[in-house]
């Protein structure tokens, strides 16, 4: 079997599974599976193959037909200018949540050695990312599950990024002083998650997913661990803009505003904390 035969293998296999993506799948798995750069398949379209490389991609067409996110049968995910290796552990990292990181870089610019932390870090994406590209920050990344910090430490060794990691329970408060505070919280509901793609809904760990009132939670403890001054930012379902940037202003937060994500969707909301008293 040519290169050229299996990729057409297995864009039919994924487009019978009912995957949307099914080409980019098939030579994104063709290409893991012979360790070899995606743009080189197609000059090596007429090249066979031996069977332990067509049985080693089939293995990944079987995964991915079973509708395993594409990240956890690759094992890694880019994010912004990291690679981070991603499994059932954790969230896949997705396009808007580099919004979030983005807005964190806006308003942390100017400031040498700002204190960071990033609540619920799952693989330790935005965390990694914040200390990544502004070296000066000192970031925290707390999450309640050891499995996804277990990661979220092995992605910082990787990156050769320093963050300090820290298991916490929301429910027990938060601990600290920081310039920032960032989380992208549980935010679908269980009857939501219902709906959502088998990507999601049957693999993606459902601590890190459904959550009614994690954002709640977590917009009422930054309080107490805000500089005067500091900033909030989450990350928001794409239609939950206005009822999160109304929940900041009743909790007292100031210059309250939404960002859009790539879709054109409002997707993060920040606020500032600087009350005349401390709450």
């Known amino acids: 079997m040519t290169v050229g035969e ?59 037909s079973r509708r395993e996110p594409l990240a956890y049968v690759l094992g890694e995910w880019g994010f912004r200018r990291l690679t981070l290796k991603v499994d059932h552990r954790v969230l896949v990292p997705r396009p808007e949540t580099e919004v979030v990181v983005g807005r964190c870089l806006e308003l942390l610019e100017g400031m040498d050695s700002p204190a960071v932390l990033d609540v619920g870090t799952g ?3 935005i965390a990694l990312a914040i200390a990544d590209e502004h070296p000066g920050a000192r970031v ?33 408060g938060l601990a600290g002083t920081f310039d920032l505070v960032v989380s992208n919280p549980p935010y679908v509901s269980a009857e939501e998650i219902e709906e959502l793609q088998p ?44 009822a999160v940037s109304s929940l900041l202003r ?3 937060y100031d210059r309250v505003r939404s960002s859009k994500d790539l879709a054109g969707r409002d997707r993060v909301v920040e606020g500032q904390w600087a009350p005349s008293t401390t709450p």
């Open 6 to 64: 299996l990729l057409a293998e297995g864009e039919a296999e994924l487009k019978q599974a009912g995957i949307d993506t099914a080409r980019l799948d098939a030579e994104l798995l063709v290409a893991r599976a012979l360790r070899r750069p995606r743009v080189e398949l197609y000059a090596d379209r007429a090249r066979e193959l031996v069977p332990a490389q067509v049985a080693g991609a089939r293995e990944l067409f079987e995964r991915r």
């Open 123 to 125: 693989s330790g994406a």
């Open 140 to 172: 925290t990344a707390a999450d309640v599950s050891e499995e996804a910090l277990e990661l979220a430490r092995e992605n910082a060794v990787a990156s050769g990024v320093a963050v300090t990691f820290e298991r916490r329970d929301l429910t027990l």
């Open 199 to 242: 990507e999601v809904r049957d693999w993606e760990p459902r601590l890190a997913t459904v959550g009614d009132t994690h954002t709640e939670s977590i917009a009422r403890a930054a309080r107490r661990v805000l500089r005067h001054g500091g900033w909030l930012v989450l990350e928001v379902a794409a239609d939950h803009g206005e």
């Open 250 to 252: 009743d909790l007292g």
